[in-house]
């Protein structure tokens, strides 16, 4: 889940396993959302969008979940591999002119071999 | 396709010298984003510009920072004076859009303000 401060959330999964990891959004005039993955050393790369008007929205492997009510976030990554391994950033576009993402602190996931 | 591309990958200076972060977007996005990215504070934006106008530069920590788009293929960041509180990791981002559209992020300029 979310993190106020210096320390990262860890989610440790074995291979093979499901796994889900949480965000809690800040804005609730926001209406588009984003989850990032940033492996050690390079950029946040895209993994999935999810606009307000959706609650649920899948991919490959992977699958968000949004809930407005809490303003809640999920990613859920399925059969997770070694390569899944990195810290995951969930990212907000309150819209309404604002065009920067506001990014969480993220999770970092470790997969168990 | 190339992705946003960014130079120099890994910057070392000195306290008080002039740093110059380069940027190229992927082609055909219109908009264009700074983000800095510390163990304290997350990614944060900077500046971002659309169709190569500053939007809003809000978040530029201090007029130590300027930001430039010349044109829609280059985009700069300069810090100077640097000081070593400006040590972090520099991204650059761009998308087709200002709004809801998916930001695709460069590798990052590793900067070390000695």
């Known amino acids: 889940g979310e993190s106020v401060g210096l320390h990262l959330p860890t989610l440790s999964v074995q291979e093979g396993d499901n796994s889900i990891i949480n965000c809690a959004y800040s804005?609730?005039?926001?209406?588009?959302f984003i989850w990032y993955k940033q492996e050690s050393g390079k950029g946040p790369q895209f993994i999935i969008d999810i606009r307000s008007n959706m609650d649920k929205r899948q991919g490959q492997r992977v699958t968000v979940l949004l809930n407005k009510t809490v303003k809640h976030l999920s990613l859920q990554i399925a059969a997770t591999q070694p390569g899944d391994s990195a810290v995951y950033f969930c990212?907000?576009?309150?819209?309404?002119?604002?065009?920067?993402?506001?990014f969480g602190k993220g999770t970092h996931l470790i997969i168990q071999p | 396709d190339a992705g946003v591309i960014q130079s120099p990958r890994h910057e070392v200076t000195e306290m008080g010298q002039e740093v110059t972060l380069r940027c190229k977007p992927i082609?055909?996005?219109?908009?264009l984003f700074w983000y800095r990215q510390t163990m304290m504070r997350g990614l944060e934006l900077l500046i971002y510009f659309n169709n190569n106008v500053p939007i809003d530069d809000s978040g530029m920590p201090e007029d130590r920072f300027s930001a430039k788009m010349p044109n829609a293929s280059f985009s700069t960041l300069k810090i100077q004076p640097s000081e070593p509180r400006d040590s972090a990791v520099y991204f650059c981002a761009s998308s087709l859009r200002r709004q809801q559209e998916t930001q695709y992020f460069g590798p990052g300029t590793r900067l070390l303000v000695l």
């Open positions: 082609s055909g996005h219109n908009s």
């Open positions: 804005n609730s005039a926001s209406d588009y």
């Open positions: 990212a907000e576009n309150s819209g309404g002119g604002a065009d920067g993402l506001t």
